[in-house]
Nanobody
Framework: VQLVESGGGSVQAGGSLRLSCQAS????????MGWFRQAQGKEREAVAA???????SYADSVKGRFTISEDNAKNTLYLQMNSLKSEDTAIYYC????????????????????WGQGTPVTVSS
């Protein structure tokens, strides 16, 4: 199983970016997939997740600004990030579960078996 993120970069505050996560060797979207991020010197945090039924979850810090979506035909997960803030600066990781976990665990990194290598996002103010 391989998850490859792309779309990161540098943007000014208020700008937008769209991250992509291409999945291969994985029964795409059978299980929950999510986006996490880790800023320098900080712990990894969950950003958003999408269940196999299409329901979504978001961290409070990104609600209303970020949107998680997918293209099943392309085996690709997306994260549309709008109204970016300097505090959104981090390395963003795509992750996928390998079994059904309760939705309440979506923030737990430990329930995701597969991880991408990360793509950096820098937001300048």
């Amino acid at each position: 199983v391989q998850l490859v993120e792309s779309g990161g970069g540098s943007v000014q505050a208020g700008g937008s970016l769209r991250l992509s996560c291409q999945a291969s060797g994985y029964t795409y979207r059978r299980y929950c997939m999510g986006w996490f991020r880790q800023a320098q010197g900080k712990e990894r945090e969950a950003v958003a997740a999408i269940d196999s039924d299409g329901s979504t979850s978001y961290a409070d810090s990104v609600k209303g600004r970020f949107t998680i979506s997918e293209d099943n035909a392309k085996n690709t997960l997306y994260l549309q990030m709008n109204s970016l803030k300097s505090e959104d600066t981090a390395i963003y990781y795509c992750a996928a579960q390998s079994r059904d976990w309760s939705r309440e665990f979506w923030r737990w990194g430990a329930v995701y078996k597969y991880w991408g290598q990360g793509t950096p996002v820098t937001v300048s103010s």
